[in-house]
């Protein structure tokens, strides 16, 4: 039946149970979601993003341990920091760099 997620819509089999939504590849997602500093829910995400970012991080203030808060500064749990989850996977903060190429000396 149509009420119980099957039946037929418009001539299309609507399968039972209806799967569940795939989220975008690459999604990020603030870890944890709704995450603030801990000067209050005014200082969030979307604030560290705007005032902070630099194109890679929210620079080092976005670091800064009397900024964290749920146990994550700003890089660690916003997208627009460079942090978050992205499908389910911690985005480390800061991204390591590169490690050098070795070299052999003689």
């Known amino acids: 039946c149509c009420a119980c997620g099957g039946g037929i819509t ?14 975008p590849q ?11 500093d801990s000067a209050g829910p005014d200082y ?7 005032y902070f970012f ?8 976005g ?5 964290a808060n749920f146990g994550k500064t700003a890089n660690q749990a916003c997208c627009a920091c460079g942090g978050g989850i992205t499908n ?4 480390p903060s800061p991204t390591p760099a ?9």
């Open 10 to 23: 418009n001539g299309t089999v609507t399968p039972s149970p209806t799967p569940a939504p795939t989220p």
């Open 26 to 36: 690459n999604e990020c997602i603030d870890n944890p979601v709704g995450w603030y």
């Open 44 to 50: 969030d995400c979307e604030f560290w993003g705007y």
């Open 54 to 61: 630099d194109g890679t991080s929210c620079g080092s203030e």
């Open 63 to 67: 670091d800064f341990p009397w900024h």
């Open 88 to 91: 389910g996977t911690v985005t």
């Open 98 to 106: 590169p490690t050098p190429v070795p070299t052999n000396s003689t």
